[in-house]
């Protein structure tokens, strides 16, 4: 996830225009949905296949906002948000766990296409999604939380201000 991060933020995500451009590819359209060219805005922002999912994504990150304070909230913009992450504090946000978020989220996007590309057919984006955040964040609690006594760290990235995960008697609960 961090190595895709940082490709997107250095643009250098080998998709198919740029694989059809050093002769790596033989067409540059989207293997998903085979209509547009595949740039990088294409992967992630423009795809008609990723509408439901940004749907799905939107009213998850609303809830993550639920509790914010503060009038920036206006400055965020989906779309970039998908791409960039949050670049500030906000008050009642929890942005660490925002930002691992849409990191998954841009992680599972890649991942889908990758897939389909490789012949697997039906790749249920926010499923993928969902069950990849779940896996991590309780990757993290198992690995903060009871391995290494460092529970502060977790209930710091993963639990303060956020609404979709909170911990009940020592089990984490996902509302996503
Ligand atoms: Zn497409």
């Not at 942005?95 to 889908?112: E, K, T």
């Not at 249920?124 to 009871?146: P, S």
Request: proline residues 1%.
């Amino acid at each position: 996830m961090i190595e895709l991060d940082y490709k997107i933020m250095h643009n250098c995500v080998f998709t198919n225009v740029k694989l059809k451009k050093i002769g790596r590819s033989d067409s540059d359209l989207c293997d998903v949905c085979h209509k547009e060219n595949e740039d990088i805005m294409h992967v992630f922002i423009n795809c008609d296949e990723l509408e439901d999912f940004h749907d799905y994504l939107s009213a998850l990150v609303c809830k993550i906002f639920e509790n914010c304070d503060s009038d920036k909230i206006n400055l965020v913009q989906s779309e970039m948000l998908l791409l960039n992450g949050l670049r500030w504090k906000m008050k009642g946000v929890n942005d660490l766990f925002l930002n691992f978020v849409l990191s998954v989220a841009r992680f599972c996007i890649f991942r889908r296409r990758h897939l389909l590309k490789n012949g697997h057919k039906n790749v249920h984006l926010t499923k993928l999604f969902q069950y990849t955040l779940k896996h991590y964040v309780t990757y993290f609690y198992v690995y903060l939380c009871k391995q290494n006594n460092k529970s502060n760290v977790f209930e710091k990235n993963f639990l303060k201000d956020n609404p979709i995960v909170q911990e009940t008697d020592d089990v984490l609960v996902f509302d996503l």
